[in-house]
């Protein structure tokens, strides 16, 4: 299963972006998808996942400002990130988890899309 992301970029604090992400391959069933970053000089962490019945999870950071959601037909994840602040910064990563066409569990990461907040 490969993973495609796409939408990162430059914009001023306060902004808006969308980041999607898309799975690709055959024969798979994704069960979780989530998004990840990673800031210059830290550790990656978690930003938010979805499970396949549209359960959530983010960290404290984003609660309020960023939203979650997929589209399972698409095999697709988003990223809505709203009033985006300086330390929302990095190199954001899209993560599937689920069962492959040989009925074997993966875990695929998608490569990092820059998401950069500056004035």
């Known amino acids: 299963v490969q993973l495609q992301a796409y939408g990162g970029g430059l914009v001023q604090p306060g902004s808006s972006l969308r980041l999607s992400c898309a799975a690709s391959?055959?024969?798979?069933?994704?069960?979780?998808m989530g998004w990840y970053r990673q800031a210059p000089g830290k550790q990656r962490e978690l930003v938010a996942t979805?499970?396949?019945?549209?359960?959530?999870n983010y960290v404290d950071s984003v609660k309020g400002r960023f939203t979650i959601s997929r589209d399972n037909a698409k095999n697709t994840v988003y990223l809505q990130m709203t009033t985006l602040k300086p330390e929302d910064t990095a190199v954001y990563c899209c993560?599937?988890?689920?069962?492959?066409?040989?009925?074997?569990?993966?875990?695929?990461w998608g490569q990092g899309t820059l998401v950069t907040v500056s004035s």
């Open positions: 391959g055959s024969g798979f069933r994704i069960n979780s």
């Open positions: 993560n599937a988890k689920g069962i492959d066409a040989a009925f074997k569990t993966f875990d695929s």
């Open positions: 979805i499970t396949r019945g549209g359960s959530v």
